[in-house]
């Protein structure tokens, strides 16, 4: 603990004391039912109270009933909700932490239920994605806003919530709509001048703070730079938070727009911490105590922004959706241990935004519950054997020996974590290393579980350790379709894959003077592909990117999805859809293109990012040596279909599920 004295002081707002300066911003768990809090959500937010954290402000919670954000979030918009508030805020008070709800109004952001009237807006301006432009809110609607604002927060002060949070950020929904001006188009009172765009969310302040009385905290989220041509900057806020302010009592700093997410959800590049001064600049200026936020990971990191006087609390959301104890394992000296958040983007924001499904995460594979499975043990001597020590396979090895089976890991390379140790050598994807170092970290904790690396498994080599159960883990190598003059070029080394390209990079091949100009095509607009062009663009590339498919990038998340967009239109990256590959010569590729015109794309680095496929080189012999004995084998990760990393770590943890099938554990505790 006295290694970050700062991080765990507490801190006094108001009336109500802080234990710790670790902040849990709103992040939409999709959970709820219906809006009102259910079993998961109170374990999901009682899971990060208990593993330590100060501070907790829920997802976006609606004031009224019209318009839903997303159809798992929560509401407030009556006293119906008041007992399951009642419940949720118990649950986080027994482990000391803080909690508030972020109070929000979602209009043209709602999500398009059936019966949803047509989304109001400041003005006639919405979404990017909007099929079809809102209206704009009338003066009478607003007056009915701001007095369900105020009913709403005094619900959650009857529920006992320790402050409210008003979500004015991101432009998302009405508040941020209304400040910024490119969502703002109004000639009225509420539009034009800072002062008039301020407006309606003052008047929301004040009838919050009419209700809940002089002593109960007010946090305000606002997007400190909107990070888009004629959106708001950091001096334009400064300018307008004037007219907020007084009621204010925290300032929850966050930044960008839905065009901007990369920055409003950090991308996987922006370093730990990146955003922090402008936490700085709204201190400096209101002497308030302010939440930074920004890809925050590192305790290191949050106890200097802390130090430095940039933030008075440390805002860590996907770091506590990857680690419920983060918290603890740092006041203990575990930080070996901690599972970092790898900004992958794809569990939390891409299952929530994306495709509407509650929240997950790459590498916390029980995020609502967290690992709660620890407290069983099997009932009787378990002898597992994991070939392949990748992600998944070492997800399935220390889960397994954590409930008291003995393990035996067979890795034919001389270090752990397969794909994702491989990838993560390209400068942006060095985050995924923390995974890796987390497993072989918790795997070295356990005298049960033993890794064998530089050795090939075999079936007698299998058979040397008695399996009860064999998890194969073996992992995806790069497709290669049978079209002519691929798989000969790939073989003389004139195009490349994934693999070769990160060798290269390792070998010192592609220093940025070797890429100023060059002609770069990569045929594959998935991941794999993007991962190319992301290294190759900003080094001077002139870089092209072909998919079968209508749109590059078309499966990403969200936030990958405009990270790209930027980094293709700030690079001039061409973009071939609806192309198929047809030959590939020595410099060339040869591509049908969507009118059916054939067209060579001449190359100097020519890339093969065609996807990936399982890779089983003993499976078949696993599987014919054990037909007919008790030993149970279970293939897990790519080597049951190419995919995320996020399915190989869900099934890994599912090893739990083949030990109760196969009567080795019961699993009650876990329901």
């Not at 806003?145 to 320790?162: C, N, S, W």
Request: with cysteine.
């Amino acid at each position: 603990m006295n290694t970050y004295p700062k991080l765990f002081s507490p801190i006094k707002i108001g009336e109500t004391t802080v234990k710790n300066r670790v902040f849990m911003p709103p992040i939409s768990t999709n959970l709820a039912d219906k809006g009102y809090v259910t079993d998961a959500l109170v374990e999901h937010y009682a899971a990060r109270a208990k593993g330590g954290v100060g501070l907790i402000v829920t997802e976006v919670t609606t004031v009224e009933p019209t318009y839903v954000y997303l159809p798992g979030d929560m509401s407030i918009c009556d006293d119906s909700y008041i007992p399951g508030w009642e419940k949720l805020t118990a649950a986080v008070h027994k482990y000391g932490a803080k909690i508030l709800p972020q109070l929000f109004h979602p209009a043209y952001m709602a999500f398009p239920i059936p019966g949803t009237p047509r989304l109001i807006a400041p003005s006639f301006v919405g979404p990017y994605y909007a099929k079809e432009a809102p209206r704009p809110v009338t003066v009478e609607e607003l007056q009915v806003i701001i007095r369900q604002f105020g009913e709403a927060a005094l619900r959650v002060k009857k529920a006992g919530a320790d402050g409210v949070e008003i979500h004015a950020a991101h432009a998302h929904g009405l508040l941020g709509g209304f400040l910024s001006p490119l969502y703002n188009k109004r000639t009225d009172e509420f539009g034009g001048s800072a002062e008039n765009r301020t407006r309606f969310a003052h008047m929301i302040l004040e009838a919050v703070r009419k209700q809940v009385g002089p002593h109960f905290p007010i946090f305000l989220r606002i997007s400190a730079d909107e990070l888009m041509e004629g959106g708001n900057t950091l001096e334009d806020t400064l300018a307008y938070l004037e007219y907020l302010e007084k009621e204010v009592d925290v300032f929850d700093v966050s930044c960008g727009l839905n065009g901007s997410i990369q920055y409003q959800i950090d991308a996987n590049y922006l370093p730990d911490g990146w955003r922090s001064y402008m936490a700085r600049a709204v201190k400096e200026k209101f002497g308030k105590p302010c939440i930074a936020v920004g890809n925050i990971r590192h305790p290191q990191i949050a106890e200097e922004i802390l130090a430095k006087g940039d933030a008075d609390f440390i805002g860590m959301g996907r770091g506590l959706i990857a680690e419920p104890n983060w918290v603890k394992k740092v006041e203990n000296g575990e930080e070996d241990i901690l599972r970092k958040c790898i900004s992958c983007n794809v569990g939390c924001a891409g299952n929530r935004i994306g495709v509407n499904r509650p929240i997950r995460c790459t590498v916390n594979p029980a995020v609502p519950e967290g690992d709660v499975y620890k407290a069983l043990k099997v009932n009787k001597n378990c002898n597992v054997v994991v070939v392949g020590a990748g992600t998944a396979g070492m997800e399935a090895a220390c889960t397994a020996a954590e409930v008291g089976c003995n393990v035996f890991v067979l890795e034919k390379n001389d270090h752990i974590g397969g794909l994702s140790t491989f990838i993560s050598d390209l400068p942006s994807k060095t985050r995924m290393k923390d995974f890796p170092k987390y497993l072989e970290a918790r795997a070295a904790r356990l005298k049960n579980l033993y890794v064998f690396l530089n050795t090939e498994a075999t079936v007698d080599k299998i058979k040397q350790f008695k399996p009860d159960i064999v998890v194969n883990a073996t992992g995806s190598v790069p497709l290669v379709p049978p079209i002519k003059g691929l798989k000969e070029n790939i073989e003389a080394g004139n195009v490349d894959t994934i693999f070769g390209m990160i060798n290269n990079v390792n070998a010192g091949k592609y220093p940025e003077e070797a890429c100023q100009g060059k002609k770069v095509v990569v045929v594959g607009g998935g991941s794999v592909g993007l991962d190319v062009i992301e290294y190759f663009a900003p080094r001077g590339a002139e870089c092209t990117i072909i998919d079968m498919l209508p749109q590059i990038g078309m499966l990403a998340d969200p936030i990958t999805k405009c990270s790209m967009r930027e980094t293709h239109d700030k690079y001039g990256v061409k973009e071939y859809v609806n192309t198929a590959l047809q030959e590939v010569k020595e410099n060339a590729f040869t591509v049908k293109l969507p009118d059916g015109t054939i067209q060579d794309l001449e190359f100097d680095y020519g890339f093969n990012c065609l996807g990936m496929r399982s890779n089983n080189p003993v499976l078949p012999e696993i599987q014919e040596a054990f037909a007919d004995t008790n030993t149970y084998v279970y293939t897990i990760g790519d080597s049951v279909r190419a995919r995320r990393i996020m399915e190989g770590t869900m099934e890994g943890r599912a090893i739990l599920n083949v030990l109760e099938s196969q009567g080795y554990l019961h699993l009650e505790p876990l329901e």
